[in-house]
């Protein structure tokens, strides 16, 4: 009963790296997302998807690329890692948006460190 | 203005106490509401969903004001495991008036129980 899980759960990049964090998800949701969470900032959602080959901008879009081929994947890209990318990374899932299947499944997060 | 605002605490109360936190939110056509809790280094899970006439689960209570734009948490009875951080989370249009699903977080409240 996997749920969401998300790889890799650490790395620790070079700044101008790039990397690709995959989150995947086996409940079938349309909904996919990625937050990132930063001290006393809360989750702030970076990119979205309502469902397979759509992605939709979020609050700090900024430095990140989302791509949705397959409806149970949302992969995560940077581009050219920067140190102000060292966050801890959540991915999440949901059937729908309503108030009966809103409900967000997270993965257990990807740590990121950017030196 | 962010578009949805919590008092980040931190919340210190007594077992036994009565806590209540309130959210706002900026976008009036806003669809769903939830609060989610979240412990130390771990994903956010569901508390609850906020219905429009208010409900209850336990010692917990949530209410939404779509006249002001805010919801809030009621806790009665605190426990020492009731400690963790609250985030309030409201479900949002996209840009450009694309569908729901941009679930957008409060900062979170952190509330400490203590004996």
């Known amino acids: 009963n996997a749920g969401v899980t998300q790889t890799p759960k650490f790395r620790v990049l070079k700044t101008g790296q790039s990397m690709t964090l995959l989150c995947a998800q086996d409940?079938?949701?349309?909904?996919m997302y990625w937050y990132r969470q930063d001290p006393g900032m809360g989750l702030r959602l970076i990119h979205y998807?309502?469902?397979?080959?759509?992605?939709a901008k979020g609050e700090v879009p900024d430095g990140y690329n989302v791509s949705r081929l397959k409806k149970q994947n949302f992969l995560l890209g940077l581009e050219s890692a920067a140190p102000s990318q060292t966050s801890v990374y959540f991915c999440?899932?949901?059937?729908?948006?309503?108030?009966?299947?809103?409900?967000?499944?997270f993965g257990e997060g990807s740590r990121l460190t950017v030196l | 203005r962010k578009e949805v605002e919590q008092d980040p605490g931190p919340f210190n109360v007594p077992e036994g106490a009565t806590v209540a936190f309130n959210c706002t939110y900026s976008?009036?056509?806003?669809?769903?509401f939830f609060w989610y809790r979240q412990d130390c280094r771990k994903e956010p899970k569901l508390l609850m969903s906020?219905?429009?006439s208010g409900n209850e689960d336990g010692r917990f209570t949530a209410q939404l004001n779509r006249a002001s734009q805010y919801i809030s948490l009621l806790i009665r009875d605190s426990k020492l495991s009731d400690s963790a951080t609250y985030l309030c989370?409201?479900?949002?249009?996209?840009?450009?008036?694309?569908?729901?699903?941009?679930?957008?977080f409060g900062q979170g409240t952190i509330l400490t129980v203590h004996p």
């Open positions: 999440a899932s949901s059937r729908g948006t309503g108030l009966i299947y809103g409900e967000l499944f």
């Open positions: 409940m079938n949701h349309e909904y």
């Open positions: 998807s309502v469902g397979e080959g759509t992605t």
């Open positions: 976008n009036s056509a806003s669809q769903s």
């Open positions: 906020v219905y429009s």
């Open positions: 989370v409201v479900n949002m249009r996209g840009a450009g008036g694309t569908s729901y699903g941009k679930l957008t």
